[in-house]
Structure formats: structure tokens, C-alpha cells
């Protein structure tokens, strides 16, 4: 394994906390933007990541940029500040899903997919005891994150089971890292979340995984990676982020199957899991960088349910959405 340069800054990422809104340097000197060139001259790359989330392939980017390639992660806590991050120009390159970029609709964003970031990484978690099928959520009170792809995902599973989100639950907004309390105390009998948290809830013993998440259409697509319309302007700093990704992607899960020390070292050493919730989340979490033809079959799932919910008035052009030059390196 190559030596990391990054490992002391992505410590310092880590224990930001609070420092939400602060950018924060993984390594390496530059002064501008410039391209890549055999002149020496360095180039910036500005992207993101959820703080303590499995989608987190960005933070080993710089361990394998290129020479006088600098990478700056900023944390950052929705999909909307990704999504104006990407058009103001802040970000390079940034992780959505599919919510919020087929709802707003390709005349709204300009960026566009480049490739993936992870895969599965969520779940439907009942109260022990009181949910343990999707059925058993009629007249409960489920929390439901910011909408994003564990919103189609709910709606899907409800739906198999003759149920409707608007009808046959309560579902109230709650930011991912509520969740677990928030089931903990019984203010909700369920929630739609991501990893790890999932996994924390049910390893504490007052959770339990409902079945049935990567069952709808959209499988276990979780996070697409997004170029900005300013870094597809220039197809050498795409091809750099998209080969970080392949790299770290690689790294992190090489050939589809995750590395466990690399996770162990990401989960437990860097982000401070347990030991126990790192053994027990390796089977549903995972990092990818190729968007193929599984994937985009997803992708343009959800665009197809979304319009049979009436959350989108008709089915998007899909190809504005795509970068395909960027799809196989």
C-alpha cells in the first residue's frame, strides 16, 4: 500500500466537529486553479463529503493525485449545498444522488455525472419489538431524512406492501444523525437512514433492519459522482477527479469487495466507530467510480418514479444528465 500524505490532514477533517462550513486542505501546496501541465504549475481541486459517512472515497483523493494536484474537501451536511456548491463554481466535483438532481431537472444543473461514489450504505430501521416488517409500519411514526433517495426507497417499500407514505404512516423530517436517538427515546418506531448510523441502532439492540431496501427499482444506487459544468470545461481536471476516484474506489473496494483493513482504518481509526459497528456495516456499505449501465438503468428508475408519484410533471431527458467520456477510463 502506497504510503498516505494525507493522513494527518484527514485527521484534522475529522475532528472538526462542528466546522461545518469550514474547507478543509488534504495535503499538497498551490496557489491557483491552473491545469496540470509538465510546467509545474499546480491545480485545485475542490470537492466534499458528509462528515463520518460511508460515501467518503473523496477523502483519499489526494493520496492519489497526480504531481502538483491539491484536493480540498469541505464538509458539508445536504445535497443542496452540494447541488449550489457544483453551480456557484465552489465545488469541482461533488456526490448527489437522484432526488435532487431529476427533481430540479437538467436546465437547472449543469453539472453532470461523471461516475459513482458508493453503493447501498442505507436502511429502513424499526423499533425492536414494535416493526419488523414493512407492513407492521401502518399508523407509525417513521423519520424520514431530507429528500433524497431513502425517500423513493421508503415509498417503494411501502408501496409493495399495499401502503402509502402520505396515508398509511407519519412521516416527520429528521436530519440523519437524529435518527438513532430519535428512535432510541420512541419519538419514532422507524426511520429511512444511512450508514453507519443504521447499523448503530440496530448493534445497540433497540433497532432491527427491515428487509426489502434494495428490492425497489432503484436497487443500491446511493451516490453518484457530479463534475461541475466549470470542470467539464476543461477535460483534464475531469479526468483527474474521475481517476481519484477510480483510485481511491480501489482502494477502499477493490473489485467489488471491501478491503478491511482500509474500512477499519477509515470507520474505527479516523472516524471513531466501534469495532463492532465497522464488522457489522462491511456488508452494506461499499465504494464504486464507474457509473455503467446498471447504474443508469437505476438512475433513470427513479426519474420513472418519480414521475408516477407526480413529484416531476414529465420524464426528464436522461442524456443531459450524462458525461459518458468520463464512464470508463
Aim: negative net charge; contains cysteine.
Amino acid at each position: 500500500m502506497p504510503p498516505d500524505p494525507s493522513a494527518l490532514s484527514r485527521r484534522r477533517f475529522l475532528g472538526l466537529g462542528a466546522g461545518l462550513g469550514a474547507a478543509v486542505l488534504l495535503g499538497g501546496c498551490g496557489d491557483d486553479d491552473s491545469d496540470p501541465a509538465s510546467d509545474g504549475q499546480a491545480m485545485t481541486v475542490r470537492t466534499c463529503v458528509y462528515a463520518k459517512n460511508h460515501a467518503s472515497s473523496p477523502l483519499f483523493w489526494q493520496q492519489f493525485a497526480p504531481e502538483g494536484v491539491r484536493v480540498e474537501v469541505t464538509p458539508i451536511a445536504s445535497s443542496a449545498e452540494v447541488q449550489s456548491g457544483l453551480e456557484s463554481g465552489q465545488f469541482d466535483a461533488g456526490l448527489m444522488g437522484v432526488y435532487n438532481t431529476i427533481t430540479a431537472g437538467s436546465e437547472t444543473i449543469s453539472s453532470k455525472l461523471v461516475g459513482m461514489v458508493s453503493r447501498q450504505g442505507l436502511g429502513l430501521v424499526g423499533r425492536a419489538g414494535e416493526v419488523e416488517d414493512v407492513a407492521s409500519l401502518r399508523g407509525k411514526t417513521v423519520a424520514v431524512p431530507p429528500p433524497g433517495v431513502q425517500v423513493l426507497v421508503l415509498s417503494q417499500m411501502l408501496q409493495s406492501a399495499g401502503l402509502d407514505i402520505d396515508r398509511d404512516i407519519r412521516a416527520v423530517p429528521l436530519s440523519y444523525a437524529d435518527h438513532p436517538a430519535a428512535l432510541e427515546r420512541g419519538d419514532v418506531q422507524a426511520y429511512i437512514g444511512t450508514e453507519p448510523l443504521c447499523t448503530q441502532s440496530v448493534l445497540s439492540g433497540v433497532g432491527v433492519r427491515v428487509p426489502g431496501a434494495y428490492d425497489t427499482p432503484l436497487g443500491d444506487f446511493n451516490t453518484g459522482l457530479w463534475a461541475s459544468s466549470k470542470a467539464l470545461a476543461d477535460p483534464d481536471r475531469t479526468r483527474v477527479i474521475v481517476q481519484m476516484q477510480k483510485d481511491a474506489a480501489e482502494h477502499l473496494t477493490p473489485e467489488g469487495d471491501n478491503d478491511p483493513e482500509v474500512w477499519r482504518d477509515l470507520l474505527v481509526t479516523q472516524f471513531g466507530y466501534d469495532e463492532s459497528v465497522y464488522e457489522e456495516v462491511l456488508s452494506n456499505v461499499g465504494a464504486e467510480w464507474r457509473f455503467d449501465e446498471r447504474r443508469q438503468e437505476q438512475f433513470e428508475a427513479a426519474g420513472r418514479v418519480l414521475l408516477e408519484q407526480g413529484t416531476i410533471s414529465a420524464e426528464p431527458d436522461y442524456e443531459a444528465f450524462y458525461a459518458r467520456d468520463y464512464w470508463d477510463l
